[in-house]
């Protein structure tokens, strides 16, 4: 069977994970849509902080009257009069003050207030929305980079087992020729050839579907392939192992921005209690100044149009209100106080939410570090496997036949997807243990070196003065040892190469610590 065509075209952009969280924190619309409202709460702030100055108006009127008037004491005048009003203010006409004054405060205290403080724990309440939406996308963004890597990863196990594959058909095919096998062992190995072909094809059709999710992620064109840069993969350790998961749940806690934001809100809400408690006795008021020029006149004063000179308005007033009868009120301290009590719950849910996370991201951690190594001595048995069974098979070797070798073929094809998987699913969890964490920062996850097993006990660490005596391989180190079922830390990075799983040798490990 001749090999199958790739499908890959040979355009890419080129791509590594810090360029796609930059990417992603200036053209990712959830990162900027979360960022407006945060400019939305300060202005909604401001507003309200403005409500504590006047408002300035300035105007004119003039009215026209004709007709019947009755006075006070009944009696009916026939009246035709004008005035006209230019200055601070409108609206003055006859004997009243001025109904818009030019310079007017009102509105209520509590209202004042609170609006203003609750306005405060809002522009709070984003700004810890926004952190979190932006956590949330950078590890949407980093998963998106771990399954394009991953993809990556596997068009190359599958290139090799393709090839492997492709040498066993033919092996296969000569021995049937020849009498020497059996042509149903000619017709699996070209099956199991088929078969790999189809994985390598849908490989290839996955980084094209890896690559489309990471662009929409970073608001860029889906046809464009990115191809990631890493030339190994590696395991990435964001959290020290050593830290107990007891101290990981506190740290999140605190640093979550979810928690935070919920937190805000609480405090939002039991303001807006506290403004409906106090609202029944708090005055609502008005204060208002008016000065301008005003002038006019009637048939019943000479002159008819006249008298011009200037006038100020001073007005204040205040009254309290009882919303219907106070059961307004009544019900609106009670829809605050469930408003609140709703906050609490949803801060709990949150808080649930927030350990679960971490934890289970901490035993995944753990559990995928334990089976990178088992999952190593795989690789490296299947490796030799397959290659000592090839060898024989292709020296014609009494009692070996090609056949005996495709199951070398598939548990190394297994076992090297499977290590694969292994160490892109430790960077996943690695990622969203520190997502969950809240992103902390570095010196809250600093450890100080663990020297257990390293230096003998009641012996003192080496100075910078001390000579450096080279320790005896052949000896056992002294010291306390791990408990059981305790994780060590990473201690060798395996790593995996996107281009071509071949070998795992000690040249491609990489210490961590």
Partial sequence: MPPSLTTLTPEFVPIDLPTALRLAGVQNPDVLYARQLVVEAVAQRQLAAAQFLPSLNGGMNYDNHTGVLQQSNGNILSLN??????????????????????????????????????????????????????????????????????????????????????????????????????????????????????????????????????????????????????????????????????????????????????????????????????????????????AGGMGGGSNLVSPVFGGFGGRTDLDAMAFWTLKNLGIGNLASINLARADAQARNYEWISVLDQVRAEIAQSYARMHARYAQISTLEFAVRSGIDGFASDLNLAEEGERGVRPIEVLNSLELLERSQKN????????????????????????????????????????????????????????????????????????????VVSTSAVQSVSSSSLARSR
């Fill in 81 to 290: 009069r004008a005035s006209i009003y230019v200055g601070a203010g409108a609206n003055a006409i006859a004997a009243g003050t001025v109904g818009v004054p030019g310079i007017v405060l009102s509105g209520n205290p509590a209202d004042l207030v609170y609006n203003y403080l609750r306005s405060r724990q809002m522009v709070a309440a984003r700004d810890f929305n926004n952190i979190a939406v932006r956590n949330q996308v950078f590890l949407r963004v980093t998963q998106a980079y771990c399954d394009l890597l991953l993809a990556e990863g596997m068009r190359a196990v599958n290139m090799q087992a393709r090839r492997n594959a492709r040498e066993l058909a033919r092996l296969t095919a000569n021995y049937a020729k020849l009498g020497q096998g059996r042509p149903a062992d000619a017709n699996r190995a070209a099956t199991e050839l088929a078969r790999l072909e189809a994985d390598f094809q849908a490989a290839e059709w996955e980084i094209y579907a890896s690559s489309g999710r990471l662009a929409a992620l970073l608001n860029l064109d889906p046809s464009t392939r990115l191809h990631p840069t890493d030339a190994w993969i590696v395991p990435q350790e964001l959290v020290p192992s050593p830290i107990p998961l007891g101290q990981l749940v506190a740290l999140g806690l605190v640093q979550r921005p979810e928690l935070g934001e919920r937190r805000t809100l609480i405090r939002e809400a039991l303001l807006a209690l506290d403004q409906q408690r106090l609202l029944p006795f708090s005055p609502t008021f008005l204060l208002g100044f008016s």
């Fill in 419 to 494: 290590y694969l998987m292994a160490i892109i699913d430790y960077n996943r969890s690695q990622f969203e243990l520190y997502v969950a964490l809240g992103q902390p920062p570095a010196d809250t996850l600093a450890r100080p070196v663990p020297t257990a097993g390293v230096v003998p006990r009641g012996d003192k660490m080496p100075g910078p003065d001390d000579p450096i005596i080279p320790p005896d391989i052949n000896q056992p180190v002294r010291g306390p040892m791990a408990p059981v079922g305790a994780v060590p830390p990473p201690s060798a990075r395996p």
